[in-house]
């Protein structure tokens, strides 16, 4: 018994040796060793035999690579009055958005063209191949006994590092050596949490990175997205205070650096938001906030409506988009599906996390320009850049109704066509009498 607790305590130590000389410290410091690099070159190697296999046995015929073209159909109005057949537009209408609805559909997982070994996304994909049946076999015992395992423990490390670390911080008199090591202690804990992801992450655009005093905005996909952003940065976060862990949390950063926390009284109070924001950014010696203007998580196919009141603070808006690579592990938290702890299991137990992150060039509001119309220009900014649809819906349809004024967007063109058609028609007697004439 003795000696089992022996070699136990033996592999105890050498697991912590590895992960903190070859996993913690280089990360602590933004080096990087290569392991991840030829991991992921692996796993590259992998998918293109799973392609490969799928193409044999013709199972990519199965899937929607090229959607089919939709017949667009013109409902013929009966000389400008009612109908039966004019309620075939509402029919093809509804039709169409149940076949193909752009909005609904980026609250779910993106879809993948092939089978990534982590989830079946295709009923077909229950047996390809014993070859591939063994690799499937293989790399749930690596995610789920290797990876897992020290995921979580960097995971554990990095977030208690990050309490106690802002916290020792807090009490510091000396603001400008206060501030260095807040922003010191941030990068290497959300660093050694973003190698708790496996994460490989590509920045362009340095030049462009957000400055102080300047509101950051980018695309929001996952609560990750905080991580990928701080690993080569620190900013300011804005949100909701909470309770239990996540408010331990809070309260810790919020001691070392200036972090804007809001109660859900203040949440409802639009100016009081407001008047919080412009009072942080006109400190031109603050960390820029880091806000995402579409106020829920979207599965990184598209963008969706930017809310106008991050645009009406005032100040340099600095443009970010995220990409993620779904092929590796889906990053979208589709939170009507999953819990926050069922999505970072699901997460730590993924290939990897692989995402691009552009810089883009800051922006300012133009003369005559309103917020809502500054915050469209900035939308449709990352979307090009992220390679991302630019949608004008909003976010909000994840979990509320359609608002109003789409529904009398919808009742004002089908009644222009009505209307339109009648005048044509009160034309025609016109023009024949003319003609007769």
């Not at 650096?257 to 919080?276: G, I, K, L, Y």
């Not at 999953?338 to 992150?357: D, F």
Request: glycine letters at 6%; aromatic letters at 10%.
């Amino acid at each position: 018994m003795e000696d089992l607790w022996s070699i136990a305590v033996v592999l105890l130590q050498v697991w912590f040796s590895v992960m903190i000389g070859f996993i913690m410290i280089p990360a602590m410091f933004g080096l990087s060793l290569g392991v991840t690099s030829v991991y992921i070159q692996i796993l590259v190697k992998i998918l293109e035999v799973t392609v490969r296999k799928l193409d044999e046995k013709a199972y990519l015929q199965t899937q929607y690579l090229f959607p089919r073209p939709q017949k667009k159909i013109i409902v013929d109005l009966h000389k400008g009055e009612f109908a039966l057949s004019d309620s075939f537009y509402f029919y093809i209408k509804g039709l169409e958005s149940i076949v193909d609805d752009q909005v609904t559909q980026r609250f779910s997982s993106e879809e993948l063209v092939s089978w990534n070994l982590l989830t079946r996304t295709n009923h077909n994909f229950h047996y390809i191949s014993l070859r591939l049946t063994i690799i499937w076999g293989l790399g749930v015992i690596i995610r789920y006994c290797v990876l897992f395992p020290l995921r979580i423990t960097l995971a554990i490390i990095g977030l208690t590092w990050l309490v106690i670390g802002t916290t020792l911080v807090g009490f510091l008199p000396n603001k400008r050596l206060k501030n260095w090591l807040s922003e010191l202690v941030h990068l290497m804990c959300y660093r050694i949490c973003a190698r708790g992801l496996s994460a490989t992450i590509q920045y362009h655009n340095k030049e462009n990175k957000p400055q102080k005093g300047g509101i950051c905005v980018a695309n929001h996909t996952s609560p990750i997205d905080i991580v990928i952003l701080a690993n080569d940065g620190c900013y300011a976060m804005v949100g909701q205070s909470h309770g239990g862990l996540m408010g331990v949390i809070q309260r810790s950063m919020v001691r070392s650096c200036p972090h804007v926390w809001f109660e859900r009284s203040e949440m409802r109070d639009r100016n009081a938001v407001t008047s919080r924001l412009r009072a942080h950014v006109a400190a031109k010696t603050n960390l820029p906030i880091l806000i995402f203007p579409e106020g829920t998580c979207i599965n990184n196919t598209s963008v969706m409506m930017f809310k106008k009141g991050s645009f009406e603070i005032g100040g340099t808006i600095y443009p970010v988009a995220i990409k993620y690579d779904p092929r590796f592990g889906d990053a979208f938290w589709n939170s009507a599906k999953y819990n926050m702890v069922n999505y970072l299991l699901r997460m730590m137990t993924s290939w990897a996390i692989v995402v691009n992150v552009w810089y883009l060039p800051p922006m300012t509001r133009r003369e005559g320009e309103d917020a809502a119309q500054f915050a469209n220009r900035v939308k449709s900014a990352i979307a090009h850049q992220g390679g991302l649809l630019d949608m004008a819906w909003d976010g909000s349809l994840k979990r509320a109704k359609v608002k109003e004024e789409f529904k009398e967007q919808q009742q004002k063109m089908y009644s222009s066509m009505v209307m339109g058609k009648k005048g044509r028609n009160s034309q025609e007697p016109h023009t024949e009498t003319t003609r007769r004439q």
